[in-house]
């Protein structure tokens, strides 16, 4: 049977699904050119000449911008829907990979940074409006597979690194050469992005407010840490991980990018299996059990002697770690029954938090002592993760009580209901 409903007609269904297909190559643009761009972070560290300290504030200043760029995007969809502001992100973080890339002075690689976080941000809001838009069409979750496809982005992303370091290529030759794809596909992936009619949803005010006032703040903040110890570790490894391989295990460039790829690669496939795993087993061992093999791998980077064994590390921790943010997600899902979507804006803010606290938190330590170390940090934090774990067994709040009302006819259940 088709996985649409068997209700909807087969123009809308063929129009549903050209829009999950456009929406998935946004995600994969983003992950493929935020990947080309990570795996330069230890030829551009080498080109700029920064101790760690200073990279560290560099990277800092990234999603910094981003969440500025992330709040810009919510003005400008309001008016204009999500569609018009991605279609212009897109190519947009391609451009601002390329500057970076041929960026030759501190000022100028500054301003291309910020460039570059300011069209990260537009992405990363209005691809996830999106996503959100083909999830309600849909009538059950879909989101987990947009995130797969960013990691199979991510994936290609750091193997063109690899592969263009092998054959000499400049570091701007790299990421232009990341950014023509990332335009293109972009660009074809545009048209069939859902419209602003197509992707609205009307909710009174009424019930807005009412599921604002009813949702809790405990499980939304305790959900939300563990989300934010998560990206603390996936700042390491995606700020740092070519760093470490080509700096303090002596390896080159092109061997470097394989950290990011082979952990990228363990996220989609714990990604691509999460919804069997979570059926199978409850999210609160999905995430405990996550949290541990994440901490495990961590401490095996943190151990390794080799390029290979700490590449082998940083695959297990994309293993652990890949379904704790689909989790986090589908938790404040299940505290929001009206589908608002307040509770997963409050979580979503944890995300830029563990970014922020990563990238300053990893370098300090790997100025301090060593990069090594700066790796053990995250493994110690991700026990974190395991404590917090029983957060994630949330249910709808109670409605306040009301006066008996007549009996109305069943409405279709929400995405978030029907997971």
């Known amino acids: ?23 998935a190559g946004a995600y994969f643009v983003q992950g493929f050119c935020f990947a080309g761009l990570l795996t330069q972070v230890a030829s551009l560290q080498k080109r700029f000449g920064f101790d760690d300290t200073q990279l560290s504030l560099v990277l800092l200043a990234v999603p910094v911008v981003a969440g500025v760029g992330s709040v810009v995007a919510g003005l400008l969809t309001t008016r204009f829907g999500s569609s018009p502001v991605l279609r212009a992100g897109g190519p947009g973080v391609a451009l601002a990979i390329t500057v970076t890339g ?13 460039f570059v976080g300011l069209m990260l941000g537009l992405v990363d809001a209005t691809m996830n409006m999106q996503g959100v838009g083909v999830e309600r069409r849909y009538g059950r979750p879909v989101l987990n597979s947009f995130h797969a496809v960013w990691s199979a982005g991510a994936i290609l992303g750091a193997l063109a690194t690899s592969g263009t370091a092998h054959l000499g290529w400049s570091i701007g030759a790299s990421l232009a050469t990341v950014a023509v794809v990332g335009a293109i596909l972009a660009l074809i992936a545009g048209p069939g992005q859902l419209r602003k009619a197509e992707e609205a949803q009307e909710i009174p005010a009424a019930t807005v407010a009412a599921a604002e006032a009813t949702i809790p703040w405990r499980p939304i903040i305790l959900i939300g840490i563990a989300m934010m110890l998560m990206f603390i570790a996936d700042s390491a490894v995606s700020n740092w991980s070519s760093v470490f391989i080509e700096k303090a295990l002596h390896a080159s460039t092109a061997v470097a990018a394989l950290g990011l790829a082979a952990y990228q690669a363990t996220m989609l496939v714990g990604r691509t299996a999460g919804d069997r795993i979570v059926s199978r087993f409850s999210p609160t061992m999905v995430v405990s059990v996550g949290g541990v093999v994440g901490g495990l791998g961590l401490i095996l ?32 899902g299940r505290l929001d029954p009206a589908g608002t979507g307040i509770a997963i804006a409050r979580v979503n803010l944890f995300n830029y938090v563990g970014f922020v606290v990563g990238a300053g938190l990893i370098g300090a330590v790997a100025e301090s002592l060593s990069l090594r170390w700066a790796f053990v940090v995250p493994a110690l934090l991700a026990a974190g993760i395991v404590v917090l774990s029983p957060s994630f067994r949330t249910h709808a709040p109670e409605p306040a009580a009301t006066p008996a009302t007549p009996a109305t006819p069943a409405t279709p259940a929400t995405p978030e209901a029907a997971s």
Do not use: C, H, K, N
């Open 301 to 332: 980077v943190a151990a390794s002697t080799t390029p290979a064994l700490s590449i082998a590390g940083f695959a297990v921790v994309g293993l652990g770690l890949s379904l704790v943010v689909p989790q986090s997600f589908s938790a404040a």
């Open 102 to 114: 041929f960026a030759a002075e501190r000022w100028q690689l500054y301003l291309a940074l910020a």
């Open 1 to 23: 049977m088709d996985e649409l409903s068997a209700s909807v007609s087969p123009e809308a269904a063929a129009r549903d699904r050209r829009a999950r297909i456009a929406v």
